[in-house]
């Protein structure tokens, strides 16, 4: 089966997608060089681990989030099999927190996604502040949307709880 995965010549995309940042052999070694020769000039040093210090602040921010988004699906899903199977407005709120929740947790993953800095950018690092903070960047508007949707699932929640026992 892996043997599948990594012939690219059999599926390039999921080769691509699924084995980024995973060296072995001869490419193993050239990864490990370059890493080696990468020689930090002046504030480099200093702006890598910042960068992946708050890519690594989202991954942990993310992961809270996504365990709070789990317990809202699981209490909206529990409610919505307890409620009348008559649709109400309350359970159309309940309905409403599910999804958002759904799609907050759909942000949380694609938050916590894995990058890893390349073979090529350690050889030639120029580009490779911009593409961190590029990558932080849009980490840091999924986590403050999801954070949002969240929010908002929990007030639908509590209100569709509201309406349905009323």
Not at 74 to 89: D, E, I, R, V
Not at 92 to 103: E, M
Request: hydrophobic content about 50%.
């Amino acid at each position: 089966m892996l043997f599948f995965l990594r012939n690219p010549k059999l599926n390039p995309k999921l080769t691509a997608w699924l084995f980024e940042g995973i060296y072995s052999g001869d490419e193993g070694r050239r990864h490990l060089v370059a890493i080696r020769n990468m020689q930090p000039r002046g504030d480099d040093v200093f702006e890598h681990d910042h960068l992946y210090e708050c890519l690594s602040i989202l991954d942990s921010k993310a992961i809270g989030l996504l365990t709070y988004d789990s317990l809202l699906i699981a209490a909206t899903s529990l409610l919505l099999t307890l409620f009348s199977k008559n649709p109400s407005a309350g359970d159309i709120l309940i309905f409403t927190a599910l999804i958002l929740g759904g799609l907050a947790s759909a942000l949380c993953l694609y938050v916590i996604w894995i990058f890893w800095t390349g073979t090529a950018d350690f050889e030639d690092s120029s580009e490779l502040f911009m593409c961190l903070l590029s990558i932080r960047n849009r980490r840091t508007v999924a986590y403050r949307v999801a954070w949002v949707m969240s929010q908002f699932a929990m007030f639908f929640l509590i209100l569709g709880v509201l309406l349905e026992r009323a």
